[in-house]
């Protein structure tokens, strides 16, 4: 708003809506939010480089899905370098969430037909003999329950078992 318009900047100042529809823009404030969006970019952006390639894959597939299987170690850093820039909350958020390292082991063991999920998308079985593994909760993602099943006693003796066969 110019400053010579004082009566409608004094009308406005004390308008029902400020703060919903309209607000007063603050230079310092803006400048205070772009520079800590900023400084969350970059320490998203250093913490892609740091990944290792496990890692960053397992990053990717939450947001790229089954795609990152086909595409080379460059293209999965260019990729998370990308993602760390356009969404850096969302990218560090994943870094840190360790379901996320677990959900990807579980794709990779049903990619590598170690193990099997139903169509239906409610059984883990194993893919050698047909073996119940676990059954997954109603309404919930298959691979984050089997991450969280990873975790108990039984789901541990199955994920080193998984993860000899996948090395």
Known sequence: MPKEKR????????????????????????????VDRIELEVDALNIARSLDIDQAEAVLRVEFGSKVISLTSKEIKRD???????RPALFIEL?????????????????????KLDADQRTFKWATNGRKLMTVPFDENPYSA?????????????YKSIDKKLK
Do not use: C, S, Y
């Open 7 to 34: 009566a409608l900047q004094e009308f406005l100042d004390h308008h029902p809506h400020k703060g919903m529809i309209f607000q007063e823009f603050v230079a310092e404030k803006h400048a205070e939010n772009e």
């Open 146 to 158: 089997m991450a969280a099943w990873f975790k108990t006693d039984e789901g541990l003796e199955v």
């Open 95 to 115: 870094v840190n969430d360790e379901n996320v390292m677990l959900r990807n082991f579980a794709i990779k063991a049903v990619e590598a037909k170690i193990i």
């Open 80 to 86: 998370l370098l990308r993602f760390a820039k356009r």
